[in-house]
């Protein structure tokens, strides 16, 4: 049984010759929320959950980002969040995997998720200031520069080439990609690739206050370079404003031929976006509940100026029984290495909300 927005849909899930297969059978108006948002109509026998590793320096300027305990170690999380997800537990920083307030790291999700899947993740180094310390696929690519000076990804070109090696890589062993992502400061660069490609954006943020006079300030004096010297293709606008992640999964999008989910908020929006400017199939998005009811953001108006599916997952965390979870409906990290993304592929593989919620709820108690 399952819940939308709009309409009460009784789901059958069934599996033939390992095919996995979701179809609606019966649509009833005006019934709120579950679960998901929506059911998508695919098939898929092999799915695949890929995450993204990036830096920029944004992140280290006061204020942008709650993605670590100070905004120079905003650099260290997706390192420690890939450590987290493959191992288990973070290896190599005498730290625990939640913020001060005790709000878990989307990353403990994602790793119940991938335990309760059966599923090994792959990670790519897209351009980190830290090593990474699990495998990963490494594009050799450099940490994002800061937009307001410099030109944030000046070799964006060679990392879509390389993203499209990786697609169609990708599409040899998997017909469903989801493809998350962790690069702290990254709703920044992805407000001001918006912006200068002319949406109406206002992004999230890991806050519970977002920022939006610093993360404005930022993107009126990157989109002010961008005007001086008359920018306008959307790769040059990844070159002078992005961060490394956002030509790594356009190359991916490119060039891979199964399913594929943009897992993540506004920074997989301004990917959409680029990828509607080169004249490219959209993929789908899906994120979390907490980023599409942000009041500070306009998460499905971009969607809808873009003109791509979006779905939202809602895992129900107020009444799941942990304080540090329940910061996540006042606004508090909301989403991040593809947490909604990992989520959404459980319910598609038959685990139930319940089962996804206990799951995510045992993982987390064993960090406490």
């Not at 920029?56 to 300027?61: D, E, G, R």
């Not at 450590?83 to 790793?111: F, H, M, N, Y």
């Not at 790519?124 to 520069?145: S, W």
Request: proline share 7%.
């Amino acid at each position: 049984m399952f819940w939308s927005k709009d309409y009460y849909i009784i789901v059958e899930f069934f599996q033939v010759t390992d095919i996995f297969k979701l179809v609606k059978t019966k649509i009833y108006p005006e019934i709120t929320m579950g679960f998901l948002s929506e059911i998508p109509d695919i098939t898929f026998s092999n799915p695949l959950f890929c995450g993204i590793l990036g830096n920029t320096l944004l992140s280290t300027v006061p204020g942008v980002s709650g993605a670590g305990a100070t905004p120079e170690k905003t650099l260290l999380t997706p390192v420690l969040d890939a450590e987290l997800i493959t191992w288990g537990a973070i290896t190599s920083q005498p730290v625990k995997p939640d913020t001060p307030t005790g709000c878990p790291t989307p990353a403990s999700i994602t790793r119940a998720m991938m335990r309760l899947c059966g599923i090994q993740p792959l990670f790519i180094n897209a351009g980190l200031r830290h090593q990474p310390t699990v495998p990963c696929l490494d594009v050799y690519g450099t940490i994002g520069d800061d937009p307001r000076f410099r030109n944030a990804v000046p070799h964006a070109g060679e990392l879509v080439r390389k993203g499209e090696v990786i697609g169609k890589f990708l599409s040899e062993n998997s017909d469903l990609l989801i493809l998350g992502e962790c690069v702290p400061g990254g709703t920044t660069t992805a407000l001001c690739v918006l912006r200068a490609l002319g949406y109406e954006a206002s992004v999230s943020s890991s806050f519970v206050n977002n920022p939006v006079t610093i993360k404005n300030e930022i993107c009126r004096m990157a989109l002010e370079r961008i005007r001086a010297d008359k920018i306008t293709s959307p790769l040059d606008i990844i070159r002078y404003v992005g961060d490394p992640m956002m030509p790594v999964a356009l190359g991916i999008a490119k060039t891979y031929s199964g399913t594929l989910f943009l897992a993540g908020g506004t920074q997989m929006l301004a990917v959409s976006a680029v990828i509607k400017e080169e004249r490219r199939s959209l993929p789908y998005v899906v994120t979390t509940s907490y980023v599409r009811d942000d009041p500070s953001a306009n998460v499905r108006h971009i969607a809808e100026q873009i003109g791509l599916d979006i779905f939202f997952v809602d895992p129900g965390f107020g009444d799941i029984g942990h304080a540090g979870l329940a910061r996540y409906c006042i606004g508090e990290v909301k989403e991040g290495m593809g947490a909604g993304g990992a989520m959404f592929l459980a319910y598609l593989l038959g685990h139930t909300a319940d089962e996804i919620r206990k799951t995510i709820l045992a993982a987390v108690r064993a960090y406490s």
